[in-house]
């Protein structure tokens, strides 16, 4: 059955493409998910400009840098929120002597972060970008740690000024009012360690950056460094480490079973699908608590009482598992294990808390949404308008809760939700308000989903119960096989880019955060706001820095 809003699925015509993007095109590539046009590097505003606006291509989903032995190569996988399937993938070649690219921020804001991480990371950059800058390590780090010619055993050496008073007296203007103000990193607000540069006028927020990169662990050099059978399926749960590690690993299994064309048996799929909206409500639980700590300060009731129910969730998690947290759950092709017995008390367990659910998400209405405190705090404070939300490539409840219709369980079917009744929800409000409401609702429908699956799953033939595809030991996919695949996560569109050479390891491998797009846009949120405002903001967009920073 289909889910939510109806939606025609046409393939992408490569033909009309072609045509738009004409001579500009040096030449073409195939991507398992997308047509491919190569292009020159003075040509990317022009390109992505007709795409946008003439082709409707408004989604820039992710940016993909890497390094070949004759060239660098930047990758912009476009999409369109109303149609997430229709992909086209616009491959930019530089020389290794030169590797100067136009930047693509002035066509999608969003490039600003994935442009600044690609030049830190492999080395590549950006003409006319508006902050060329490293994003995730020192402005002081000696060369590009993903490039080929990275020397390791440069000593690295932070100079004295990195460690200066940054309120020393070169930030004060006899002639303003403004205020220079570090928020974290060290700071419970900031949800981790993240930085942000605040100034102040006055008591009004003039401008906000987001510092990022303190919790930097080279996630996708070491899954580089895995084999796809075996070594890479643990990193995906450390990635959003607190709530989200099975929705990482199906971000995973879904490209690298495309890459190797394996086929995940129907059973299989419902115990994802189930586990993975167990996973959903875990997070969500966790983002209601620790966002009511944000805006008023509530420990005793709210932040406990979520904690509660998320635990419950964790323990039926452990029940399938055998891990709390970091589950290594998925496999290749499947999952690890069936159901664990007895059957009956696993579905027992499960349905009592589904049970159970309803009066609770009543009990969180009463205590939260309706709380005047909450609602002074979080209804028309940041606000984030829809095609602003697009511009910066914001998914999952920061998008919807911003009235963008958009949901990849729906839009891009994977798993066994195409089979299931639910719905995606939207909020028009735009504020911090909605995304907490929209969150809330998606808790109901997850429960939903996970109902449906153990309704299958009881009744299903003991003998068709296959929880894994037949896989061979070693996966070698043809070198140069190119697959970009994204899953719905709890906080968004979670991606992996992969490019095969020819071994069992992969030649690139690309990490597609939704918390790194949602971030950029806390300034967009913040600016003429107050500082209250900001945290509450912050905490709205329900950000993992493992995830963003990875």
Same mark, same amino acid.
Not at 35 to 54: A, C, H, R, T
Not at 140 to 155: E, I, M, R
Not at 246 to 271: C, F, G, H, S, T
């Given at each position: 059955?289909?889910?939510?809003?109806?939606?025609?699925?046409?393939?992408?015509?490569?033909?009309?493409?072609?045509?738009?993007?004409?001579?500009?095109?040096?030449?073409?590539?195939?991507?398992?998910?997308?047509?491919?046009?190569?292009?020159?590097?003075?040509?990317?505003?022009?390109?992505?400009?007709?795409?946008?606006?003439?082709?409707?291509?408004?989604?820039?989903?992710?940016?993909?840098?890497?390094?070949?032995?004759?060239?660098?190569?930047?990758?912009?996988?476009?999409?369109?929120?109303?149609?997430?399937?229709?992909?086209?993938?616009?491959?930019?070649?530089?020389?290794?002597?030169?590797?100067?690219?136009?930047?693509?921020?002035?066509?999608?804001?969003?490039?600003?972060?994935?442009? %600044?991480?690609?030049? =830190? +990371?492999?080395?590549? /950059?950006?003409?006319?970008?508006?902050?060329?800058? !490293?994003? $995730?390590?020192? &402005?002081?780090?000696?060369?590009?740690?993903?490039?080929?010619?990275?020397?390791?055993?440069?000593?690295?050496?932070?100079?004295?000024?990195?460690?200066?008073?940054?309120?020393?007296?070169?930030?004060?203007?006899?002639?303003?009012?403004?205020?220079?103000?570090?928020?974290?990193?060290?700071?419970?607000?900031?949800?981790?360690?993240?930085?942000?540069?605040?100034?102040?006028?006055?008591?009004?927020?003039?401008?906000?950056?987001?510092?990022?990169?303190?919790?930097?662990?080279?996630?996708?050099?070491?899954?580089?460094?895995?084999?796809?059978?075996?070594?890479?399926?643990?990193?995906?749960?450390?990635?959003?480490?607190?709530?989200?590690?099975?929705?990482?690993?199906?971000?995973?299994? %879904?490209?690298?079973? =495309? +890459?190797?064309?394996? /086929?995940?048996?129907?059973?299989?799929?419902?115990? !994802?699908? $189930?586990?993975? &909206?167990?996973?959903?409500?875990?997070?969500?639980?966790?983002?209601?608590?620790?966002?009511?700590?944000?805006?008023?300060?509530?420990?005793?009731?709210?932040?406990?009482?979520?904690?509660?129910?998320?635990?419950?969730?964790?323990?039926?998690?452990?029940?399938?598992?055998?891990?709390?947290?970091?589950?290594?759950?998925?496999?290749?092709?499947?999952?690890?294990?069936?159901?664990?017995?007895?059957?009956?008390?696993?579905?027992?367990?499960?349905?009592?808390?589904?049970?159970?659910?309803?009066?609770?998400?009543?009990?969180?209405?009463?205590?939260?949404?309706?709380?005047?405190?909450?609602?002074?705090?979080?209804?028309?404070?940041?606000?984030?308008?829809?095609?602003?939300?697009?511009?910066?490539?914001?998914?999952?409840?920061?998008?919807?809760?911003?009235?963008?219709?958009?949901?990849?369980? !729906?839009?891009?079917?994977?798993?066994?939700?195409?089979?299931?009744?639910?719905?995606?929800?939207?909020?028009?409000?735009?504020?911090?308000?909605?995304?907490?409401?929209?969150?809330?609702?998606?808790?109901?429908?997850?429960?939903?989903?996970?109902?449906?699956?153990?309704?299958?799953?009881?009744?299903?033939?003991?003998?068709?119960?296959?929880?894994?595809?037949?896989?061979?030991?070693?996966?070698?996919?043809?070198?140069?096989?190119?697959?970009?695949?994204?899953?719905?996560?709890?906080?968004?569109?979670?991606?992996?880019?992969?490019?095969?050479?020819?071994?069992?390891?992969?030649?690139?491998?690309?990490?597609?955060?939704?918390?790194?797009?949602?971030?950029?846009?806390?300034?967009?949120?913040?600016?003429?706001?107050?500082?209250?405002?900001?945290?509450?903001?912050?905490?709205?967009?329900?950000?993992?820095?493992?995830?963003?920073?990875?």
């Amino acid at each position: 059955m289909s889910t939510g809003i109806e939606r025609q699925t046409e393939p992408v015509d490569e033909d009309a493409l072609e045509a738009l993007i004409g001579e500009r095109a040096i030449g073409r590539e195939e991507h398992l998910n997308a047509p491919g046009f190569v292009i020159n590097p003075d040509q990317v505003q022009s390109v992505l400009s007709d795409l946008k606006e003439q082709a409707g291509y408004d989604h820039l989903s992710c940016v993909t840098a890497q390094d070949y032995t004759d060239r660098y190569e930047s990758i912009y996988h476009l999409k369109k929120y109303a149609d997430p399937t229709d992909e086209v993938s616009i491959v930019v070649p530089t020389t290794k002597t030169d590797p100067i690219s136009q930047s693509a921020e002035p066509v999608f804001r969003t490039a600003d972060w994935h442009e %600044r991480e690609a030049y =830190d +990371l492999v080395g590549i /950059e950006y003409d006319d970008h508006p902050d060329m800058r !490293r994003i $995730l390590l020192p &402005e002081t780090w000696q060369g590009h740690p993903l490039s080929d010619d990275y020397d390791q055993t440069k000593p690295q050496v932070v100079t004295l000024s990195e460690h200066e008073n940054p309120i020393a007296a070169d930030h004060h203007d006899q002639e303003s009012d403004t205020m220079f103000l570090n928020i974290g990193p060290h700071h419970p607000a900031t949800h981790g360690v993240l930085h942000v540069k605040t100034v102040l006028d006055g008591e009004t927020i003039a401008h906000i950056e987001p510092d990022i990169g303190y919790l930097h662990r080279c996630e996708e050099q070491m899954c580089q460094q895995g084999t796809y059978r075996h070594q890479i399926m643990p990193y995906p749960d450390r990635w959003d480490y607190v709530s989200a590690g099975i929705l990482n690993e199906w971000a995973y299994a %879904r490209a690298v079973e =495309d +890459l190797a064309d394996v /086929e995940v048996p129907e059973y299989a799929q419902v115990i !994802r699908t $189930l586990s993975a &909206e167990l996973c959903r409500i875990a997070s969500h639980m966790l983002a209601l608590g620790t966002f009511a700590l944000d805006v008023y300060g509530e420990f005793t009731a709210i932040f406990m009482y979520t904690f509660r129910d998320r635990e419950i969730v964790q323990d039926i998690l452990e029940d399938l598992t055998g891990q709390r947290m970091m589950f290594n759950y998925f496999r290749v092709g499947g999952v690890a294990w069936d159901l664990p017995e007895p059957r009956e008390e696993f579905f027992e367990k499960t349905r009592d808390f589904l049970d159970e659910l309803p009066a609770k998400i009543a009990e969180y209405n009463d205590m939260v949404t309706s709380n005047e405190i909450f609602q002074t705090r979080c209804i028309d404070t940041g606000v984030l308008e829809p095609e602003v939300a697009k511009d910066y490539g914001c998914t999952g409840p920061v998008a919807r809760g911003s009235g963008v219709d958009y949901d990849l369980r !729906r839009d891009d079917p994977y798993g066994y939700y195409e089979e299931l009744e639910w719905d995606v929800i939207t909020r028009d409000g735009c504020d911090n308000y909605a995304r907490v409401l929209c969150r809330m609702e998606e808790v109901e429908e997850s429960a939903k989903i996970i109902e449906q699956c153990l309704d299958l799953l009881e009744d299903w033939p003991e003998d068709k119960r296959d929880v894994q595809a037949n896989v061979p030991r070693t996966l070698k996919p043809d070198a140069d096989t190119e697959v970009y695949r994204a899953v719905e996560a709890a906080k968004g569109e979670l991606g992996i880019y992969m490019r095969s050479d020819g071994t069992d390891k992969p030649g690139r491998f690309k990490i597609r955060s939704p918390c790194f797009s949602n971030l950029q846009s806390l300034a967009e949120m913040s600016t003429g706001e107050y500082i209250p405002d900001l945290i509450a903001s912050l905490g709205s967009l329900d950000i993992v820095l493992g995830e963003v920073d990875r």
